[in-house]
């Protein structure tokens, strides 16, 4: 049997109903767009019309008389003198105006997703923030969370960014085991994937948590505006230091908070210890430095590795060598100790003859070493001496001579490090994904930050001296002849790296020199 075609007004009819719709919706979204000053007035006179029914029906019935009295008169006022009804009209619409206005609701507090966040932490909390002994707990399964939660922000998602809490001035904040236990309590329940840092208030009986945003990988080595004696390590959080530096970053530039490692007759942390995993960022730390020193100082560079990271830089002024191998790291270093017992014996033979300080002793030697572990095991196999031994007069009387000796290792190679380099390496730094005890086995403490969830080459933390845990960005400092290299940070280096110098110039400059008396 064959089919017979639809009514036509079957098969075009949905077409024409959407089509209506259609136009149906257009036109009133056009009517309300031409109507809507009209409409806004209108709720306005609405408002305006409540609010004066509100007054009425609030004023006692003794006072009603006096108070038509006094409308009618203003009333009459306005009738009388000049352009008075047009301008009651004009006041009346304008504050209808601005009574009818949409108007965006104020958040006063958290709503049902936040404040089911906040209690279950609460909740959470309890078992840490009570005992039974205590008569009136500030933490209770079933309080309420409002009084010791002061302080707190969510973001669009509903995830805490901020929180101060108040505990019970018998818990046991002096403890860092008590600490971490609630640090990372609260980095679970708050969310993980984020880096927080907690500060301890012992005296008040509070802790903060904030969420820290990531430090920017995208600043690249680059001239930075210090004075001699001033080392970038890289850069920290803006509220850590009291210090901003310019940066060009994507050809912007903009202040930046440094870590500044001072080094010089007057620093107390004049050498200074990286540790970190391979690809941790740890060479480009050393390839920081470098470039800097080189601005106005001598350099050594010592690598154990032997897979030729700074073979870039071999030649060029102010780099007197460039070592790889076990024969050439022990005449280096043994030259660099000669070196600074001459430096310690001119400057004393200058100040009791009354002289200043000879301009060859104030020139800054900087000795980067890179695993020198790799040529421990290599020394003893050969039945040589540790190149470590040679850096003991550098690290005991660098600081006086304007030495400065700047070493690398890894984690496993720890143990292997003397204890001469151990002791006076005071500025230390950590770098690459690494537990809370082997952060505190280098830097002496623990940071006030939980882990970070993704490590970029030359993210972790520095501590110099006695000072704070900050957190730490490297400056992006590749090698300029790596083909994975971007064309931006290549240029970049290029740009910082001094001229080439003759190779008879060279040698003569790395020529040890024997150390007087």
């Known amino acids: 049997m064959a089919r017979r075609p639809l009514p036509r007004i079957l098969s075009s009819g949905t077409a024409q109903i959407a089509r209506s719709r259609e136009i149906a919706r257009t036109a009133a979204d056009s009517a309300t767009d031409v109507l809507h000053p009209l409409i806004t007035i209108t709720r306005g006179l609405r408002e305006l019309a409540g609010m004066a029914g509100h007054k009425w029906a609030g004023t006692p019935k003794e006072r009603r008389g006096p108070l038509l009295f006094l409308v009618a008169g203003c009333v009459l006022v306005v009738a009388l003198i000049p352009y008075g009804p047009l301008v009651a009209l004009i006041t009346v619409m304008a504050a209808a105006a601005w009574k009818g206005r949409v108007r965006t609701p104020v958040k006063t507090g958290p709503d049902d997703a936040e404040a ?57 904040d002096g403890e860092a085991e008590s600490r971490a236990r609630i640090e990372q309590l609260l980095h679970a329940k708050s969310g993980r994937g984020r880096e927080y840092l907690f500060v301890w208030d012992e005296e008040a009986n509070h802790v ?120 050439g790291a022990l005449t280096s270093l043994e030259w660099a100790a000669n070196e600074t017992e001459r430096r310690l014996i001119a400057a004393n033979k200058a100040r009791q003859a009354g002289h200043p300080t000879p301009e060859d002793v104030k020139r800054p030697l900087w000795i980067l070493l890179d695993r020198p572990s790799i040529f421990g095991h290599l020394a003893a196999a050969d039945g040589h001496t540790d190149p470590q031994q040679l850096l003991q007069v550098p690290l005991r009387h660098g600081r006086a001579a304007q030495v400065t000796v700047v070493v690398t290792e890894q984690f496993d190679s720890l143990d292997a490090l003397t204890e001469t380099v151990r002791t006076h390496t005071r500025a230390r730094v950590v770098l690459g994904p690494a537990t809370f005890e082997q952060v505190e086995s280098v830097l002496g403490t623990q940071p006030h930050t939980t882990p970070t969830p993704e490590f970029p080459p030359g993210r972790g933390y520095a501590r110099l001296g006695t000072g704070p845990v900050l957190r730490l960005q490297v400056p992006a400092t590749p090698d300029p002849y790596d083909e994975a290299t971007s064309e931006s940070h290549r240029q970049a280096v290029l740009e910082l790296l001094p001229e080439r110098q003759d190779q008879d110039q060279s040698k003569a400059t790395a020529t040890p020199v024997p150390a007087e008396g």
């Open 116 to 172: 089911g966040r906040l209690q279950a932490l609460y909740e959470a909390l309890v078992p840490y923030f009570s005992v039974p002994e205590d008569p009136a707990p500030q933490f209770a399964h079933g309080g309420d969370w409002n009084g010791p939660f002061s302080e707190y922000a969510f973001d669009g998602n509903a995830r805490l960014t901020k929180l101060r809490i108040s505990y019970p001035a018998y818990f046991t």
């Open 208 to 327: 903060d948590m904030t969420v820290l945003p990531a430090l920017p990988t995208s600043i690249a080595a680059q001239r930075f505006v210090t004075i001699p004696g001033e080392t970038v390590l890289g850069f920290t959080d803006a509220d850590a230091v009291h210090r901003t530096v310019p940066v060009t970053e994507g050809g912007e530039t903009r202040d930046a908070p440094p870590v500044i490692w001072r080094t010089g007759p007057r620093s107390t942390e004049p050498h200074l210890l990286a540790v970190g995993e391979p690809g941790s960022g740890t060479t480009t730390l050393l390839r920081s430095i470098a470039l800097q020193a080189l601005q106005n100082g001598d350099v050594l560079i010592v690598e154990g590795s032997g897979t030729g990271e700074y073979a870039w830089l071999t030649g060029r002024a102010g780099v007197l060598a460039v070592e790889a191998g076990l024969a």
